[in-house]
Each structure stands twice: as C-alpha cells, then as structure tokens.
C-alpha cells in the first residue's frame, strides 16, 4: 500500500517532516476528509488519527514505515479526529492531549502543557497552544523552524468552522485567532481542507467573517428575530435542511456572545 493510486490519492508531503493523510469521511462538515499528521523525522508525532477505520489507519502505518513514534496526539476530542485514539495509541505510542480532551475520549494518556514543546526529530519543535473555540478542549500545534501551524478545526483550509454552543464559544474563538496570529506562522496545516500559505491573511479572514456573521445576528434580533430558526433564515438565508442543526448551535454561540439567551429573544416584541 505504500505506492500506486491508493497511495497518491491519500497521502501528501507538506515540507520537510511533514505528511499529512487523509481519511476517507468526506462531508459537508469535514470537507474533503480529515487530515492525520506524521510529523517529524523520529520519534515521530502522529497528529489526530482520525475516525475509526482500519484503512486509514493502515495509510498511516505505512506512511510510519517502521520509524519509532513518540507520541499520538489530538487537537480535540471530536470523532472524527479523534475515536481511533485509543488504537492508535496502542499501536505506535502514548496519547497527549489537552487533560480535558483525554477526558472526552475516555483514554489513558499525558496531559499537554499551556505550550509545552515536543521534539519530534533533531531540529524540529512542536508546541501545544491552547486554542479553544470551535470546543473548549481544543489544542493547536505550532512546528519549529518552519513556523507551519496545525489548526485543527479552529481555523478549516477553506470555508468556516463550526462553533457549536455551549462547547464553542464565539468569545474564545476571536481570543484563540488573536493568538494564533501573535505566534506569525508562516503556513497552516488545518485538520480540513488544502494548506494555506498566507497564514496571517487567513485568520484574519476568520476573525473578520465571525465579526460580520455577529452584526448578521444583532441585526435580525433588532429586526425583531424571536427564534433561532427566523434568525438562521436572516443570517443565512435558503439554507439546505442537512446544514439547519449545525447553523443553528452557531447560531446560539452568537446569541450567548450577544448576552442574548433563548428566553430573551422569546420575550421579544
């Protein structure tokens, strides 16, 4: 499995020790699949590996190639970054995490650090930062030298994330971009999505889209909104019906950054 179609389809290099591997569980949340990171030139780092199935697992180990593994990272407890953990951590090394994500996914493990640096090979540094927003457990990776920056579901390779009320949170989002951007990475690895080189250029693109989609909300609240669903119609207009439960939590983390509850907005006329 290490060479042909199955392997071009699924694997990429993203710079020196960087491959990245991509499940096959595209969707309208995890966009063209999530990414598995092997970082370093060993002992390796293996970065969220993904949803339970053996063959992605399998692309993984082959991308390992036999290389001692230090560690099996997560940036959050969410599924599809995170159910095979406790497999993968069997196989190839000892899962950290931020102590609320080992929580989550009930799996023994060591606890990250606020910025505590791993070493995956000479020369290369990877720093825990805490980044909470899209989930409150959420951790992002910075790589030195090279400045790259694995993101996660903080910050998508295109499109937005999801900020999922109450786990997500409007407020730590914009706190967590601002100190994404004061770390000046040069590149971001997302846990969805291609690359993108202009980091800066990106999260500010984040930041300013979040602040509109807050204007979007105090304008259909002042416009009269008195529930979510009329306040998701105003913000986001013909929306399909498969995207209504996520829209819709979005929709209630604004309201929580507005200091709007949904018995306020009931008792509005």
Do not use: K
Request: hydrophobic share 40%; charged share 20%; net charge negative.
């Amino acid at each position: 499995m290490t060479s042909g179609a199955v392997h071009r389809e699924y694997v990429s290099r993203h710079g020196p020790g960087v491959t990245a591997v991509r499940a096959d569980n595209p969707g309208a949340l995890t966009l063209t699949g999530t990414q598995t990171y092997v970082i370093g030139t060993g002992p390796l780092i293996v970065l969220d590996p993904g949803p339970r199935d053996e063959a992605h697992l399998g692309r993984v180990e082959d991308v390992i190639a036999g290389r001692l593994v230090a560690a099996v990272c997560l940036t959050h407890a969410h599924a599809d970054h995170a159910a095979s953990a406790a497999e993968a951590a069997a196989r190839w090394g000892e899962l950290r995490a931020s102590a609320a994500t080992l929580d989550r996914v009930g799996s023994p493990g060591r606890a990250l650090a606020d910025d505590e640096t791993l070493e995956p090979g000479e020369g290369f540094r990877l720093r825990a930062i805490p980044a909470p927003g899209h989930s409150a457990d959420h951790l992002c990776y910075l790589l030195e030298p090279s400045r790259s920056l694995f993101t996660g579901d903080l910050v998508l390779g295109e499109g937005s994330t999801m900020i999922a009320h109450p786990d997500g949170s409007v407020e730590a989002y914009l706190a967590s971009l601002a100190r994404l951007a004061a770390l000046r990475p040069e590149r971001l690895l997302p846990g969805h999505g291609p690359p993108v080189d202009d980091a800066l250029a990106r999260l500010e693109e984040c930041r300013t889209h979040r602040l509109q989609r807050v204007a979007s909300v105090r304008r259909a609240l002042e416009a009269g909104g008195r529930t979510t669903a009329g306040i998701r119609a105003a913000v986001y207009g013909d929306l399909p019906a498969s995207h209504h439960a996520a829209a819709d939590l979005t929709i209630r983390a604004y309201l929580a950054y507005l200091g709007e509850t949904s018995s306020s907005i009931s008792r509005r006329r």
